[in-house]
């Protein structure tokens, strides 16, 4: 794990080195285009966290084995941080752009709206913290909201809204912007494992913990 921990912090180095000094500046929208690189790579690593939260649930809800609720918990989590980030560097760009912060548009309101899902996911594990049935209800509650990330890939085309759709098949960006973009992406996944792999075995002991006092009662 100590490897993967060096990797990661080579490859956030590596990608934010190339943010800055690498990857050239948009002809018309300047220096603040490259939030562009923070915004999407931590929407691909958000999809990533509650993808396998989503997964996560479905085996719980298959198995009832504590392990899948420790996994879907933990990277529901680190997932939230990254859909977070999404929600805060969006602005930082709409505003000059746009002239705006903020606009109910359809790809902003879904991923507020994933964001308010997996805020509930958060808070209701919060409160029934000594419920047996919290991984029952946390995995009927992680995977009916993962129904909202699909919606937040296509709102463009569904909806017809004026956020960008920066990533195409069809042209697109320059060479340079891509490797950014990708070596950008692949920093967040790396960083969201090693979060998410800290933050399981946290929620490990935790169980064991209330388990081991459990048995001592």
């Known amino acids: 794990m100590k490897v993967l921990f060096v990797i990661t912090a080579c490859f956030i180095f590596g990608a934010f080195s190339m943010v800055f000094f690498y990857a050239p500046s948009e002809a018309t929208q300047g220096i ?14 958000m999809y990533l966290g509650f993808f396998i939260t989503f997964l996560s649930g479905l085996m719980y809800l298959g198995e009832r084995r504590l392990l899948w609720d420790e996994v ?22 709409a505003k000059p752009i746009w002239g705006t912060w903020w606009t109910w548009e359809p790809r902003l309101t879904t991923t507020f709206l994933l964001w308010l899902m997996y805020s509930a996911y958060l ?21 009916v909201a993962f129904i909202d990330v699909p919606l937040i890939h296509y709102s463009v085309k569904l909806w017809r809204g004026i956020h960008p759709s920066v990533v195409s098949t069809k042209g697109g960006l320059p060479y340079s912007m ?7 992406t692949i920093a967040f996944f790396l960083l969201f494992f090693v979060v998410s792999f800290y933050r399981f075995r946290l929620e490990q002991c935790k169980n064991r913990l209330k388990y081991m006092i459990e048995e001592g009662n």
């Open 32 to 45: 603040v285009q490259k939030i562009f690189y923070i915004h999407v790579s931590s929407a691909m690593t």
């Open 72 to 93: 879907a918990s933990s990277c529901a989590e680190v997932a939230w941080v990254f859909c977070s980030i999404v929600l805060l560097t969006g602005p930082i760009w």
């Open 123 to 143: 808070f209701t594990r919060s409160a029934m913290e000594d419920s047996s049935k919290k991984p029952l209800v946390s995995a009927v509650i992680g995977i």
């Open 178 to 184: 891509k490797l950014t973009l990708a070596v950008c």
